[in-house]
């Protein structure tokens, strides 16, 4: 097992000098147990908010010297938590951007940039790596260097990201976020009083509720995890908190032969009734899709006649009209996709260029996607090791 232990401190945890002291603590106590900790800061609280309202105030527009700006956040913690390591003697080391030791290259958005997770991993190898054996590096969360040098943020709450991808390039034992909460929330806890602690929690549903708005771990870092998380506060330590498991795959693929049908609906038409209806007959459905002028339903069987179906629903009132496409293929990616656009890039690294894509379902990092028959979609199974059904 690695005796490496990434250690991220955010800013909701930093409010006063002795929250410093206290992680200062925590860091000492974690090498005195035989583990190499690697640590991570973000601003202290408010700070991000307040450094951005100074660079609107003085009229900065360029996003990447707001970039600039902001930064100066995480290297007043960073500064404040190595000079408190060393006050209680201990050998640290704090890692900013320019710095000989720094490893993280971003690209994208200056304000809310990704991680380039193969030049990262070369660079913690060739520099932090060897600064780990003599000292205990403090890096600064949250940003990154692009190509040519600049500073890029990532993103609110962006030193979750920069932990987990230092814990997945150092093959970390775990990697702890230090927060004001040791666990996730049914809602936010600030608007919602009615919002009950949760004992435990999977990865995916982890994932889920980060993706819908939740803010104790962003959600970009999940694509990176590769370790164990865990939640926990300055209180509590690593002797509590919510672990969460990442999966043993970060991309699986499934491959299913199903039915879709096109339906006009009726004066009568509820999409509840109709699914209703189907399942009356022995259908299950998958999905059900609006257009302009129908809903496409995707269907998991084709033991009941299209012929069936439409008496059944003319009857009703719930079809004015219904066509069928004999066969499509749904094609489900589940992995961390945190937006559309990683989305549509994974649909072209598994179709066929001659594939026509009827409908795509995304959704918690989940993409479902549904191709009509076209001979070459069947390939996808050789070429992918999958068996499709």
């Known amino acids: 097992m690695s005796d490496v232990i990434v250690m991220k401190f955010g800013g909701s945890t930093l409010t006063s000098g002795d929250d410093v002291t206290r992680a200062a603590e925590i860091v000492k106590a974690t090498r005195l147990e035989g583990l190499r900790p690697v640590v991570v800061v973000s601003a202290l609280q408010g700070e991000t908010d307040r450094l951005l309202a100074l660079a609107k105030q003085s009229g900065i527009t360029d996003p990447y010297l707001i970039a600039q700006v902001v930064s100066l956040g995480e290297v007043l913690s960073a500064t404040l938590l190595t000079a408190a390591l060393k006050g209680i003697a201990e050998n640290a080391v704090a890692v900013a951007p320019g710095d000989s030791s720094w490893p993280i290259t971003t690209s994208g958005d200056p304000l809310d940039a ?12 060739e520099r932090l790596t060897p600064l780990m054996e003599k000292a205990i590096p403090v890096i600064c969360g949250f940003m990154g260097t692009d190509k040519a040098g600049h500073l890029q943020l990532l993103g609110r709450g962006g030193a979750d990201t920069t932990a987990v991808v230092l814990g997945n390039i150092l093959k970390a034992r775990e990697v702890v976020l230090f ?14 009083k009615g919002a009950v602690p949760l004992s435990s929690l999977s990865y995916d549903e982890a994932f889920s509720l980060s993706a819908g708005g939740a803010k104790v771990i962003q959600k970009k870092a999940f694509k990176y995890l590769g370790t164990p998380l865990r939640i926990t506060t300055l ?117 066929p260029p001659e594939a026509k894509v009827d409908a795509v379902i995304f959704n918690d990092g989940n993409l479902r996607f549904y191709v009509s028959e076209k001979g070459e979609v069947a390939r996808i199974n050789v070429q992918n090791g999958v068996n499709g059904s």
């Open 114 to 125: 990704e991680v380039e997770l193969d030049s990262t991993a070369r660079l913690v190898v």
């Open 235 to 351: 209180k509590k330590g690593l002797s509590g908190g919510l672990i969460i498991t990442p999966p043993q795959s970060q991309l699986q693929l499934k491959v299913e032969r199903t039915f879709m049908i096109s339906i006009i609906p009726g004066e009568k038409f509820y999409l509840a009734d109709a699914v209703q209806l189907m399942q009356g007959l022995g259908v299950n459905v998958y999905a059900a899709l609006p257009g302009k002028a129908s809903y496409a339903f995707f269907l998991d069987t084709s033991s009941v006649q299209a012929a069936d179906l439409h008496d059944a629903l003319i009857r009703r009132g719930l079809a004015k009209a219904l066509t069928r496409i004999s066969q499509v293929t749904e094609i489900e990616l589940d992995g961390v996709f945190t937006d559309p656009e990683e989305a549509s890039q994974a649909i072209k690294g598994v179709l």
């Open 179 to 192: 927060k004001d909460v040791d666990t996730l929330f049914s809602a936010d806890p600030k608007t919602n």
